[in-house]
């Protein structure tokens, strides 16, 4: 079964740090790129961030630029974003996503998501 | 401009058609695709492409552009199909995920 899971949310401190993962399974990894959209609680979807297949071209949105890295250990099919200096507007539900193919195809496959919250 | 514009709220009776738009300059030289979001799930993609469907998607879920417009159409609405729809495109010069606003459909 295509699969991805997210795991590594919860709750921190505006100015914290947070390590989300998201493992895949069912498709060859290595061969898809992959993206991160996370939902603020009633909003509608926000673009995070990209990477392709080998890992070598990364996307971010303007308002995680600096703050967000994005990246993919393909010997454990685990998708990661290290998330730093967090403020309360990046409080969201993160999914983890897969492309069709690359960053210009659809997004194809969704997981179920995992809740950041940043509060003190 | 990379924005795409959806209406927030549509309405659509049982088994009526009901066509949800999305426009944005982005969709003149990208065809736009449209997820499903019911509340609390992930979203799930219905079209892509020119029109196309994934499969298991019904085939009364339906996609059309024409211009800056991407049009999704449910013809014969279902109760199951009441949910929050999102297009999406790409930004031409950086291959940012553009989404919409998202429409919340009803099914009456």
């Known amino acids: 079964e295509v699969q991805l899971v997210e795991s590594g949310g919860g709750l921190v401190q505006p100015g914290g740090s947070l390590r989300l993962s998201c493992a895949a399974s069912?498709?060859?990894?290595?061969?898809?790129?992959m993206t991160w959209v996370r939902q603020a609680p009633g909003k509608g979807l926000e673009w995070v961030s990209s990477?392709?297949?080998?890992?070598?071209?990364?996307y971010y949105t303007d308002s995680v630029k600096g703050r967000f890295t994005i990246s993919r250990d393909i010997s454990k099919n685990t998708l990661f974003v290290q998330m730093n200096s967090l403020r309360a507007e990046d409080t969201a539900v993160y999914y983890c996503?897969?492309?069709?193919?690359?960053?210009?195809?659809?997004?194809?496959?969704w997981g179920q998501g995992t809740l950041v919250t940043v509060s003190s | 401009s990379s924005e795409l514009t959806q209406d927030p709220a549509v309405s659509v009776a049982l088994g009526q058609t009901v066509r949800i738009t999305c426009q944005g300059d982005s969709l003149r030289s990208y065809y736009a695709s449209w997820y499903q979001q019911k509340p609390g799930q992930a979203p799930v993609l219905v079209i892509f492409g020119k029109n196309n469907r994934p499969s298991g998607i019904p085939d009364r879920f339906s996609g059309s552009s024409s211009g800056n417009t991407a049009s999704l159409t449910i013809t014969g609405a279902q109760a199951e199909d009441e949910a929050d729809y999102y297009c999406?495109?790409?930004?031409?010069?950086?291959?940012?995920?553009?989404f919409g606003g998202g429409t919340k459909l009803t099914v009456l």
């Open positions: 999406d495109s790409r930004d031409s010069i950086d291959n940012r995920v553009i």
């Open positions: 990477i392709s297949d080998s890992g070598d071209n990364t």
């Open positions: 996503a897969k492309f069709s193919t690359t960053v210009t195809t659809p997004v194809e496959l």
């Open positions: 069912g498709f060859t990894f290595s061969t898809y790129a």
